[in-house]
């Protein structure tokens, strides 16, 4: 990946990916003028970088680790099919109001 040819959104969806935050994360580090944009700006961003195979979109699931600590990690990947009308739903965007993320989406990178 070239991430001098990304654009600073974009860059911002793969810092996202990085750090395997949920997908509101991502408003901290987009352009200051695109942060009061609508959602329906930011999905062709974001469809972009997956569509070149850089970001994977996925649900965060319940895990537990070796030592019985409970805790969540990325689920299977959403398909591309999918992406458009799960991306399009604003509440996808936002924060839960509680801490729990089970079931909100996440981004990882891939291995391109």
Avoid: C
């Amino acid at each position: 990946m070239d991430m001098d040819a990304l654009t600073e959104n974009e860059y911002a969806f793969v810092l996202n990916a990085t750090e395997i935050d949920i997908l509101p994360g991502v408003w901290g580090d987009l352009v200051e003028e695109d942060k009061e944009k609508p959602v329906s700006f930011l999905v062709p961003i974001l469809l972009g970088l997956v569509d070149r195979g850089w970001v994977a979109v996925h649900r965060v699931v319940p895990w537990t680790s070796p030592d019985g600590t409970p805790g969540f990690r990325p689920g299977p990947v959403v398909g591309r099919a999918d992406l458009p009308a799960v991306l399009a739903d604003p509440e996808e965007w936002e924060y839960p109001e509680e801490f729990d993320w089970i079931g909100k989406l996440t981004l990882t990178r891939t291995d391109v």
